[in-house]
């Protein structure tokens, strides 16, 4: 017999839900150090745990045959239950992380002193599909969400923040946050947590921003006058909050926040070609006008090597047999998001991204950047399909070292 579903439209049973309830009733009266031990003791261990109606419910669960394909499920809503009652306490943050780190102390084959301790075969089945957790796509989020938590307050600035593996920059991209944070079985309340840290990283972030960029404009103000010397110490410091050095931030923001060809923004350039591609005959000479818009941006001699063919093919492929209706909401959309599959990662397909590296490594990251934007200008819905197809890439690297990325695309660039 069943009760409710669960996240990932599993339905709970009754066993789950008794394990559930047991633990919302601890996290209302106990502190997270007990919770952390009560935990431990409960799934970690395997053995001890003082409530024996709960023990003999997990002995059924980890009976059950199939239980190492849905296991994952209650072990990341177990977590959630703590987590969901700490992480609006800042207090209690450090005991996220700690709850977190307890799967890396499971053996899945236990001593001979801890086996002698075990309650019986259900007891090593248990330490079995717990030690299975740490190679799910749960337990990855939850240690993000550890990392997001441990960046909060020293955005700008901790030094930590930029060492190997590249999954601990996370902190910095708030638009990840809701693609490699959650998933359908995340609960509400986690989601409405996510959205939160979201909102509050990016404003953090924008803040940061602003400051250091009047600091340098005040500066650079100053220098002109001959006074900077003798006034500097009137100026409030402020810390370039990106890892681009100065000189690259400050291209940055003139490329993007400036004219692109000495008349128009980027934004300029977007509503032109909307206004424009209303008027086209057929979905077919949008695409056609798509074409030049997007390879407008680039350098002749890299278009012609492969970009620009690989392009065209991409675009004659889209829907061609709605090549002669109207343009419309649906196919703006769908075209848009194909561009970014070719132009990024394709999240469906085997996470490939030769023409993402090779525009990087041939007309450089800003250039790049800019060709995405004047899409993404284009049909601002499709902000999301962008968002996770750059979630798709730093899942793809966010073990790696920012060194060895570096060391891989100067070899990728070498064979170009």
């Known amino acids: 017999m069943v009760t409710q579903l669960d996240y990932s439209s599993r339905l709970i049973s009754p066993q789950e839900q008794t394990i559930y309830d047991h633990l919302l009733a601890c996290v209302e009266r106990e502190t997270p150090d007990v919770l952390i031990e009560r935990f431990r003791t409960l799934f970690i261990e395997g053995s001890g745990y003082s409530d024996h109606e709960v023990t003999a419910v997990l002995d059924q669960i980890v009976a059950d045959k199939q239980v190492d394909t849905y296991f994952r499920h209650i072990l990341n809503r177990c977590c959630h239950i703590l987590i969901n009652r700490w992480q609006n306490n800042r207090h209690c943050h450090a005991a996220i992380a700690e709850l977190v780190g307890l799967f890396e102390q499971v053996e899945p084959e236990p001593t001979h002193t801890v086996r002698q301790r075990s309650r019986s075969r259900s007891a ?56 490699c944070l959650l998933n359908k079985e995340s609960p509400k309340e986690h989601q409405r947590h996510v959205r939160r840290i979201q909102s509050v990283a990016q404003h953090r972030f924008e803040v940061d921003l602003s400051h250091y960029v009047t600091y340098r404009m005040r500066r650079a103000q100053l220098r002109r006058r001959g006074c900077l010397e003798s006034r500097a110490h009137h100026l409030r410091p402020a810390s370039n909050p990106t890892l681009l050095s100065d000189r690259e931030l400050v291209k940055s923001l003139r490329q993007f926040s400036g004219k692109v060809d000495a ?20 979905f077919k000479t949008f ?20 970009f620009n063919h690989a392009l065209h093919h991409q675009l004659v492929n889209i ?23 070719f132009l990024v990662v394709d999240a469906t397909a085997s996470r490939q991204h030769f023409i993402f590296i090779d525009l990087i490594n041939n007309v450089g990251p800003l250039t790049t950047t800019g060709i995405l934007l004047k899409i993404l200008l284009l049909c601002r819905k499709v902000r999301p399909y962008l968002e996770r197809r750059f979630s798709v890439l730093f899942g793809h690297y966010e073990a790696s070292s920012q060194e060895a990325v570096q060391i891989g695309r100067a070899a990728r660039r070498e064979r170009v």
């Open 319 to 341: 829907y061609p047999d709605s090549n002669q209706q109207k343009l419309n909401d649906f196919l703006l959309v769908r075209t848009c998001s194909q561009l970014f599959n």
């Open 287 to 306: 695409k056609d006008d798509l074409y030049e818009y997007v390879t407008a941006s680039i350098d002749s001699e890299y278009g012609k090597r492969n």
């Open 124 to 179: 090593r089945r248990l330490r079995e599909v717990v030690a299975q957790f740490s190679d799910t796509e749960q337990y990855v989020m939850l240690q993000r969400l550890v990392r997001v938590i441990e960046s909060s307050g020293r955005f700008a600035t901790d030094s930590a923040l930029t060492t190997p593996p590249l999954g601990n920059l996370i902190g910095r991209y708030p638009y990840l946050y809701q693609h």
């Open 263 to 282: 008349q128009h923004t980027y934004q300029d350039l977007a509503q032109r070609f909307v206004a424009q591609s209303c008027q086209s005959t057929s």
